[in-house]
């Protein structure tokens, strides 16, 4: 009788394993691997320009509503590197929660970095309903899937504070950025009091151009209103008498002066914009954006990418531009570096 009890338990183990097998394969299927779902989960990069055109246009709205009110509650924050005071009004912080509440909803696991902070809880009536809109689908077909764990979201409530409460309502600008693995990826930028939103994804569309020319040679500076007597003595020394350096508000402003738009909807027209001081990323990164996905560039004054992983801080100043060689005109700002450090 031995062996008919082995045979038996023999069966029964056969069937054990065989039960386990069947469980563990169902079980993989039917939840995925071990890993932690948030860590699989991936977004389509047309979903996230679609929301971030939203985002900007409800924020730009937020501005205007504030402004239009005559209750900005203007009150400095601080002290920006160069010691001026930071400030912010009731613009900013109606267009953070308006802007951060609508991705929070929309996308809760992915990091959102904003200039704005306070206590305010996520407006749950600010949503999206999934529609990716019918010009951003016929324009990019497919799907762009990326790691949600990858992208980090860089929002700019109201860029150019300063201008807003001085009622030069022209340089104000909402913006809002994607970056994957910290490269810049998709840029929002919208201009509240005109309603003009320009867009862009790398190696995907825009609805924002190149202008047709440049001028390499003795380009046309656009440089922050703050310095801006410092860089026009060093633009004219490394371009010439001629060069003309145009002193604006707000980073947003100064990139669509790179591009080809309407003069009523951004009157100044530039070559090159140079930033020599400190700057935040959700200053720069939308309009990194842009230009990147239309063939331009914008590094530190050493020549280095921008990554825009976490780090709000940029040190190394910036050189924007499109159409122009970027690397032969930063060998021709070799006193640059030189300016920056004495701002």
Same mark, same amino acid.
Request: hydrophobic share 35%.
């Given at each position: 009788?031995?062996?008919?009890?082995?045979?038996?338990?023999?069966?029964?183990?056969?069937?054990?394993?065989?039960?386990?097998?069947?469980?563990?394969?169902? +079980?993989?299927? %039917?939840?995925?691997?071990?890993?932690? !779902?948030? &860590?699989?989960?991936? /977004?389509?990069?047309?979903? *996230? #320009? =679609?929301?971030?055109?939203?985002?900007?246009?409800?924020?730009?709205?937020?501005?205007?509503?504030?402004?239009?009110?005559?209750? +900005?509650?203007? %009150?400095?924050?601080?002290?920006?590197? !160069?010691? &001026?005071?930071?400030? /912010?009004?009731?613009?900013? *912080? #109606? =267009?953070?929660?308006?802007?951060?509440?609508?991705?929070?909803?929309?996308?809760?696991?992915?990091?959102?970095?904003?200039?704005?902070?306070?206590?305010?809880?996520?407006?749950?009536?600010?949503?999206?309903?999934?529609?990716?809109?019918?010009?951003?689908?016929?324009?990019?077909?497919?799907?762009?899937?990326?790691?949600?764990?990858?992208?980090?979201?860089?929002?700019?409530?109201?860029?150019?504070?300063?201008?807003?409460?001085?009622?030069?309502?022209?340089?104000?600008?909402?913006?809002?950025?994607?970056?994957?693995?910290?490269?810049?990826?998709?840029?929002?930028?919208?201009?509240?009091?005109?309603?003009?939103?320009?867009?862009?994804?790398?190696?995907?569309?825009?609805?924002?151009?190149?202008?047709?020319?440049?001028?390499?040679?003795?380009?046309?500076?656009?440089?922050?209103?703050?310095?801006?007597?410092?860089?026009?003595?060093?633009?004219?020394?490394?371009?010439?008498?001629?060069?003309?350096?145009?002193?604006?508000?707000?980073?947003?402003?100064?990139?669509?002066?790179?591009?080809?738009?309407?003069?009523?909807?951004?009157?100044?027209?530039?070559?090159?914009?140079?930033?020599?001081?400190?700057?935040?990323?959700?200053?720069?990164?939308?309009?990194?954006?842009?230009?990147?996905?239309?063939?331009?560039?914008?590094?530190?004054?050493?020549?280095?990418?921008?990554?825009?992983?976490?780090?709000?801080?940029?040190?190394?100043?910036?050189?924007?531009?499109?159409?122009?060689?970027?690397?032969?005109?930063?060998?021709?700002?070799?006193?640059?570096?030189?300016?920056?450090?004495?701002?």
């Amino acid at each position: 009788m031995a062996p008919m009890g082995v045979s038996v338990s023999r069966g029964r183990l056969l069937l054990c394993i065989l039960l386990c097998t069947g469980m563990i394969y169902y +079980l993989y299927s %039917r939840f995925g691997s071990t890993a932690p !779902e948030s &860590a699989q989960r991936k /977004v389509d990069l047309r979903q *996230l #320009l =679609s929301v971030a055109i939203r985002a900007a246009e409800e924020g730009g709205r937020a501005v205007r509503e504030v402004k239009e009110s005559d209750s +900005l509650h203007q %009150r400095s924050k601080g002290k920006t590197k !160069e010691g &001026a005071d930071e400030m /912010v009004t009731s613009g900013d *912080l #109606l =267009s953070h929660r308006r802007m951060t509440s609508l991705f929070s909803n929309t996308f809760p696991d992915i990091k959102l970095i904003s200039e704005e902070h306070d206590n305010s809880e996520v407006d749950k009536s600010l949503t999206w309903n999934y529609e990716i809109p019918t010009l951003i689908q016929e324009s990019i077909g497919d799907a762009r899937m990326v790691p949600t764990k990858a992208v980090t979201i860089w929002i700019d409530p109201l860029d150019a504070t300063q201008e807003y409460t001085e009622d030069l309502k022209n340089y104000v600008t909402t913006m809002v950025c994607i970056a994957v693995h910290g490269k810049p990826i998709i840029g929002v930028i919208h201009k509240p009091f005109s309603k003009y939103t320009a867009w862009a994804m790398v190696d995907g569309a825009s609805n924002i151009h190149p202008r047709k020319m440049y001028n390499e040679k003795t380009p046309t500076v656009i440089v922050s209103r703050s310095h801006a007597g410092a860089v026009q003595y060093f633009s004219k020394g490394a371009f010439g008498s001629n060069t003309t350096v145009i002193p604006a508000g707000g980073a947003g402003y100064k990139v669509l002066s790179l591009l080809d738009t309407r003069e009523d909807i951004q009157p100044d027209s530039a070559d090159l914009y140079i930033h020599v001081t400190f700057i935040k990323k959700w200053d720069i990164c939308a309009g990194n954006a842009i230009l990147k996905a239309l063939g331009g560039h914008m590094t530190t004054i050493e020549g280095d990418n921008i990554d825009y992983s976490d780090s709000p801080s940029n040190s190394g100043g910036l050189v924007a531009t499109i159409g122009i060689d970027h690397h032969a005109l930063l060998k021709r700002l070799p006193d640059l570096k030189n300016l920056a450090s004495k701002m």
